[in-house]
């Protein structure tokens, strides 16, 4: 056997075009979706995830603003930056770029951002809506994982998920997500004592620790759909996710890619939201 590849380039593009036929209605109703996005400090990577961002969002007719601040910057200073931005008609959406520098709370600076404007989906009260199935903004990796098995026509109901990892932005959320979809979640975590009897019974695999072949061959059932949300590095410094592709490339029946899976997927889901939100004003 051998596993058809999910291709997230491919999905992230058709998706981003409907963004961009969506976004050009709304402009008919004088509305242009707004995204701001905040930088602090001079983290090289943070730099390279803001810039693409906010690229995506130009490609795709979206206003989009950047506010890169230096490192020395309060938290007083960046929570009234945010408190206008939420004031801001024009603002749809709100992103402040992690890793904040240490003296800043970024648990503060996220519950300052209005909900209504959390595109990130990491506010509380987005959170809360997501565990109690209401509407609210969907955190955008899990977000994109969704989209991901619906694009392949595959429905979680009744089916057995298993997920490793439970952070905030992605397991928890991850699991909601497939609870919702009625399917059967087991979440799995460092404390896990034998993560292959899990794994060997799932139907649908989610790997996001951010740690290099967590997932082997050996641990999948035949024909099961592997999600991979790592990004490490590999020996050689090539790219590579939480899964061992090669090898489970081979017993799967899906599988997405490390690079080319769900990075793509995760900006396009930032766009979706930011384009939902400017959405609501106009019902």
Known sequence: MSARAIDGNALSRHLRHEVSQRAATLREHGITPGLAVILVGENPASQVY?????????????HSVLEH?????????????????NADPAIHGILV??????????????????????????????AGALMVGQPGFKPCTPYGCMKMLESIGYDPK?????VIGRSNIVGKPMAMLLLQANATVTV???ATPDLALHTRQADIVVAAVGKRNVLTADMVKPGAVVIDVGMNRDDHGKLCGD????????????ITPVPGGVGPMTITMLLMNTLESAERLVG
């Open 188 to 190: 799995c975590h460092s």
């Open 69 to 85: 601040y230096p490192a020395a910057m309060t938290e007083a200073e960046l929570l009234a930056r945010v408190q206008a931005l």
């Open 50 to 62: 803001v810039r693409n961002k906010v690229k995506a969002c130009h490609d795709s007719g979206l």
């Open 243 to 254: 899964v061992d592709y090669a090898g489970v490339a081979k017993v799967a029946g899906w």
């Open 158 to 162: 009744g089916k057995h998920a298993v």
């Open 97 to 126: 770029q992690l890793p904040l520098p240490p003296h800043i709370d970024a648990h503060r600076v996220i519950e300052t951002i209005a909900p209504h404007k959390d595109v990130d989906g990491f506010h509380v009260a987005s």
